[in-house]
């Protein structure tokens, strides 16, 4: 085979390969965090006292969803909870155009009256300044 | 001339010993075999560099030397961009080492002829190192007591595959019948020990192989066939390409715990291309990086997967996809293209020559099926023999041989014992510069040693020995997160989150990490390690995860939070007796808590003459605490106040039924018997209230109100007497004073 045989097999491998990859990659991600499982899910464990659980599942939903408005939506009586969030989306590394930044939103959750969700957000802030906090939290929905 | 002696001789003794080096102080074989491959790997580049500098430079690159060159662009852009750096380095070494073999074997085998007689060693090589895994494999399955991991049934089964063809080169090869016979004993041998170590993989890979071998077999004698043989030609062609399929859905379809573990591994590596589309997450961090994916992972194939540590994809391309990204798997797909087409053209169009070749695609190409159920490029000895099978099959041969053009004068001619004395000593010059890998092994055998010694409790010991082995190997995050655990348990939780930080640097999604960075935490910073439970919790849910979690909520004050988790724990772990007592302690505590602090709000409006804001919460204190004497008072008291004397005479007598000597409450009945105008009632309640509470004047004022209303002055008189006397300017003195001027004028 001549080098530019191969130089153009290795771009089109790349290129067609690539965006069918990435295509499959984002499909299972989405699919596996399917938002009405997942709100079935939260509306359960909220029902069950797993007000914890749900709230991690909320996190969860937020940091993968196409669509993490409409799970922010579900706690808008809960401001704390709302800027966590909110905060969670910012920090995705595919975050939406226009979204706010982090730091504003994870002051508000760290003022919030719930104490390990504002610790959560004090960390957070602490990762986002200093990165002295845990490793990788960015990446990591919690 | 001792240059290309020196490779040929390395690529004899990388064959030879990659199979059967055992390890003899970790007992891991891999291991050792890792390490050896590096070694190897290393002097094989030496050697390709020298050959390409001082015997003959690379003036026409082909596809398959372009190729190789796109593959280590991808690998260096992997390494460089990776998430740990320093983790990838011995990755992308094997797979350094595996292009160097590569290009070393087209080097030193090049030759006029594809069939080329120098190649002949190399057959006896491999054919001689299949022989000890196989007898160690064979002794294994009939359990006869010499159980080795250098019998591991997948590494056999990836080697054998790639060894068929030398079996079956000798069959075509040989002349007489006795030679044919014997080799295609050998070779139904090999067959029958493949078909043991039950690589499913292996088996489709050869059907998939004989249907390619036979449709280029058609293809090239289709024209000098008769029309019955074309039939049957085709109709096998038909039957040998349609029997790989079919069998791999009889496979994938099969309800089979093996399998479905495998599309589930294959489904979720993908996912993680989701990040890091086209340069992945860095040579040799597969492992390190599934982790990752337990992020997104339903519960239901986390439990499935939970069963099995996925350390490999079981399937290369999807692992090559995972360590180097789109890039990498576009750069090995490539070369695979560059090294098998130009032959397999070439033998279609010269069918006298090339039986080599044609072998040589048949064992590739069943490995490279096999690849798809199984990690045969990520095990050190079928991976060196598969990357020295690919550059035999695209070694140059004929006119794309180009003789060094040298000015100097041609060498006098010397001795070939002398060259190949020579070669020797290059050789070992050769192996010299990756003999500092050792270290490596030493600091696994160091880890090994370790083991007992944490198990026993020695933690100070454990602390040195995984520092030393960090420093050996600074390429491995296991040995910090030890050196982490040892600290941990030695009680010094600085130097212990120290080593957790470093350890997640190489491992970023391990999650026992972010666990045992909580657990340093919990006594001096309680925020921070429910943080750290929190990250772990986002991979999975353990029960000592959500303890630790709850007992954190306890410990900064947020009991809901607390009681909420020991629920879900009650609810995953219905043995944990533990956690449902104490979800139902909380709640209770909980409850009462928000109760008691109705109720305080409703007795301070009622205190502050709010009657209207204070029923409401008096109302929900008595629903939240049915039969509680306090709040049924309370309420009572309040709709008194607001007018509505038979609901609180209601809640008076609720009150007395539980508490009959309650005195405050007798007087208030008395009130409100008294404005509903049952005076003896009324009477016969104040009297037992003072009984209960003698010498209170606003009972005595009241009583003697009501002895005034029946006309009794004297019992009336009596009774202001003694309310002026506890206090003379008690204030209803005026109103004393009004009803006894009323009563007759009797003064004090």
Request: glycine share 6%; with cysteine; hydrophobic share 50%.
């Amino acid at each position: 085979m001549s080098v530019r045989a191969v130089l153009a097999m290795f771009l089109a491998l790349a290129a067609f390969g690539g965006a069918a990859i990435y295509g499959s990659a984002a499909w299972i991600v989405r699919r596996s965090v399917f938002l009405d499982d997942l709100a079935s899910e939260i509306r359960r464990a909220r029902e069950s006292g797993e007000s914890d659980f749900a709230q991690r599942l909320l996190i969860k939903g937020a940091f993968y969803s196409k669509n993490p408005e409409t799970l922010i939506r579900t706690v808008s009586d809960d401001p704390q909870l709302e800027a966590y969030l909110r905060a969670i989306v910012a920090l995705r590394p595919d975050r939406p155009k226009g979204w706010p930044d982090p730091e504003a939103e994870l002051r508000k959750a760290a003022d919030g009256p719930s104490p390990l969700l504002a610790a959560r957000a004090a960390i957070r802030l602490e990762q986002i300044r200093y990165k002295t906090a845990i490793p990788n939290a960015e990446r990591i929905p919690f | 001339m001792f240059l290309t002696n020196a490779g040929r001789l390395l690529i004899y003794l990388s064959l030879a010993v990659l199979p059967l080096a055992n390890a003899p102080l970790t007992g891991d074989t891999l291991e050792v075999k890792y390490h050896l491959f590096r070694i190897l790997g290393v002097a094989a580049s030496i050697l390709y560099v020298c050959h390409a500098v001082f015997v003959r430079p690379l003036r026409d690159p082909d596809g398959v030397d372009a190729a190789v060159l796109l593959s280590l662009a991808a690998l260096g852009a992997s390494v460089i961009f990776s998430e740990s750096p320093v983790g990838a380095l011995p990755g992308a070494v094997d797979a350094a080492g595996s292009l160097a073999f590569l290009s070393l074997t087209r080097r030193v085998f090049e030759s006029d002829h594809p069939d080329g007689p120098e190649v002949r060693p190399v057959l006896w090589v491999i054919g001689a190192s299949m022989i000890l895994p196989s007898m160690m494999f064979v002794s294994e399955q009939n359990k006869w007591g010499i159980g080795d991991t250098l019998g591991n049934q997948n590494v056999v089964s990836h080697f054998l595959v790639l060894s068929l063809f030398a079996p079956l080169f000798a069959l075509f090869a040989a002349h007489s019948r006795v030679k044919k016979g014997l080799c295609l004993t050998a070779l139904a041998a090999l067959l029958w020990l493949i078909w043991l170590t039950a690589a499913r993989g292996a088996v489709v890979g050869l059907l998939a192989a004989l249907a390619l071998i036979a449709l280029s077999s058609a293809a090239r004698h289709w024209a000098s066939l008769d029309r019955p043989y074309r039939l049957a030609t085709a109709g096998l062609c038909a039957v040998l390409s349609l029997s790989a399929p079919v069998l791999l859905y009889r496979y994938a379809t099969a309800t089979d715990f093996n399998v479905s573990v495998r599309f589930l591994s294959w489904k979720y590596s993908l996912s993680l291309l989701a990040d890091r589309l086209m340069l992945g997450y860095g040579p040799g961090l597969f492992a390190a990086s599934f982790e990752k994916s337990k992020l997104w992972m339903t519960t239901a194939d986390s439990n499935l997967l939970g069963l099995l540590t996925v350390n490999y994809a079981h399937n290369d391309y999807v692992e090559l996809l995972v360590d180097q990204g789109a890039l990498g798997l576009a750069a090995f797909l490539t070369l695979i293209a560059a090294c098998l087409l130009p032959p397999i053209y070439r033998w279609i169009r010269e069918p006298a020559r090339a039986i080599l070749p044609v072998c040589l695609f048949l064992s590739l190409i069943a490995s490279l099926t096999q690849a798809f159920f199984d990690f045969p490029y990520h095990t050190p000895a079928p991976r060196c023999l598969f990357y020295v099978l690919l550059g035999l099959i695209s070694r140059r041969c004929g006119s794309n041989l180009e003789p060094r053009t040298s000015v100097a004068p041609p060498p006098p001619p010397r001795s070939e014992s002398l060259e190949w004395l020579r070669a020797f000593l290059v050789l070992l010059a050769a192996l010299v510069p990756g003999v500092p890998m050792i270290t490596l092994y030493a600091a696994s055998a160091l880890a090994k040693v370790a083991d007992p010694t944490f198990k026993s409790g020695r933690y100070t010991e454990v602390r040195n020995f995984f520092s030393m082995a960090s420093q050996l190997d600074p390429t491995r995050g296991q040995y910090p997160f030890r050196q982490g655990l040892g600290e941990e348990q030695a009680q010094d939780f600085e130097e212990s989150r120290r080593a957790f930080r470093r350890a997640l640097e190489f491992q970023p999604y391990f999650p026992n990490t972010f666990f045992h960075l909580g657990t340093v935490s919990m006594k001096t910073d309680p925020a921070r390690a429910a943080a750290a439970f929190y990250a772990t919790l986002a991979f999975a849910a353990s029960p000592t995860t959500l303890h630790n979690l709850a007992a954190m909520g306890l410990a900064i004050g947020d009991s809901p939070a607390a009681a909420a988790i020991y629920t879900e724990i009650a609810r995953r772990y219905p043995a944990d007796v533990a956690a449902a007592h104490n979800a139902a302690v909380l709640k209770q505590m909980g409850r009462e808590s928000a109760e008691s602090e109705t109720y305080r709000r409703a007795l301070d409006l009622y205190q502050k003459d709010r009657y209207d804001l204070a029923e409401p919460l008096a109302i929900a204190a008595v629903s939240g605490r049915p039969g509680d004497p306090d709040a049924m008072f309370l309420l009572g008291r309040i709709v008194f106040h607001r007018g509505r004397h038979d609901e609180a005479g209601g809640w008076f007598k609720k009150v007395l039924a539980v508490d009959p000597n309650d005195a405050e409450a007798c007087y208030y009945l008395a009130s409100v018997f008294f404005f509903q105008n049952r005076l003896p009632a009324a009477l016969d309640m104040y009297q037992r209230a003072d009984r209960l509470q003698p010498n209170s004047t606003r009972i005595l004022f009241n009583l003697g109100v009501a002895y005034y209303s029946i006309g009794n002055f004297s019992a009336m008189n009596d009774c202001f007497d003694s309310t002026l006397a506890l206090n003379p300017n008690v204030s209803t003195r005026p109103k004393i004073e009004e009803l006894r001027r009323a009563a007759g004028g009797r003064g004090p």
